[in-house]
DNA sequence: CGTTAAATGCGAATGGGTCGCAAAAGCTCC
DNA sequence: GGAGCTTTTGCGACCCATTCGCATTTAACG
């Protein structure tokens, strides 16, 4: 019987009272796989789709299964502790995954390199105020994104594009 | 040998021109079935999913085939004379479209009654040009969605909430 | 018109996501 | 710290939107 605690167990402890929070309002049950799937989320850097999230979780527990991992993202969505994000496409049709604690911003997708940019400005605040004045709407979630290219694809499109001029003449 | 022309028709001589224009730039031909999409898509009020727009097409040629739909769907974003939205998922993972020949806005989407809203606000357009000022990102395609609850369904929310905690008391 | 590259129809194949059900695991209350 | 009830999981079959490869047709250019 190993009573040893990982740091990723201890730091656990602090976690639960708010997961458990969260999650067990509104009658969810705090189960093993849950608690693995949000830690994986949460301690993420990047923006992880299903597929990489189901390929992190069996890395520690082999036995999940796809649809848990799809309930629990359904789950977390409803509960308002991630958000979905498509990036444009960019890369077919999946949907990406990150965390709501991170502070609030939007997506720009670069159509050239790939690379996802996180940007904010308090405009986006102003704006979602002002939607709310003027249609009565009552925002939940707001998905804000762009695609087209980042700065260091457009110097380099600009560069090849007057290559391409000098050539022509 | 028909030589009547449907209203339709000779409307289509007026949009013929500014399609010819952009289908034909990049080597697209101006083909029987993309006019037809193209035509459907431009005069549907509201927002079309790729099954609809088969439905539709079909109706009046019942040989055009679903995969040629999704390819000119492909073409017409390329082209930028459509726009994709998501809509929130409210209706599954599929897509829908517009023609962005109408004035930008972007798209509210109630959860509850499944309306979708447009809106717009000079706010927006300042956000845009915020992000490529601040980023140095050349936005091609921009989308903003909300999910939420529209006027009506919060009235009616908020008045059974006051009946539920009426009950409670 | 004939030529040629591009587009279409077709049906099979993908891929992301969902479902129904039996077994397993949380919670609650004692 | 179990009994009993309810929720959740694993599982595989399934679904639905979209894509693909290929043979045939068609638009566009001369
Ligand atoms: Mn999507
Ligand atoms: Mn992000
Ligand atoms: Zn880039
Ligand atoms: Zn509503």
Known sequence: ?????????????????????????????????RKMLVEIIQNSTGHLDAASLLR???????????????????LLKRLRLIDELDLMHLEGEKHF????????????ACFRCGKILEHNTPTFERLKKEISEQTGFK???????????????????????????RAAR
Chains 1, 2 share one sequence.
């Not at 992190?56 to 359904?74: F, G, M, N, P, Q």
């Not at 925002?139 to 001029?165: H, P, T």
Request: charged share 30%.
């Open 97 to 108: 995954y990150e965390p709501r604690t991170r502070s609030e911003h939007f997506h720009l």
């Open 56 to 74: 992190l979780a069996k890395r520690r527990d082999s036995r999940i299964h796809r649809a848990t991992v799809y309930r629990t993202l359904e």
């Open 139 to 165: 925002i939940e979630v707001i998905r804000l994104e762009a695609g087209g290219q980042c700065e260091e694809c457009r110097a380099q499109a600009d560069s090849s594009q007057s290559d391409a001029s």
């Open 1 to 33: 019987m190993r009573m040893g605690r990982k740091s990723s167990e201890s730091m656990n402890g602090a976690n639960r009272s708010y997961l458990a929070q969260k999650l067990t309002k509104g009658g969810a049950r705090l189960t093993a796989q």
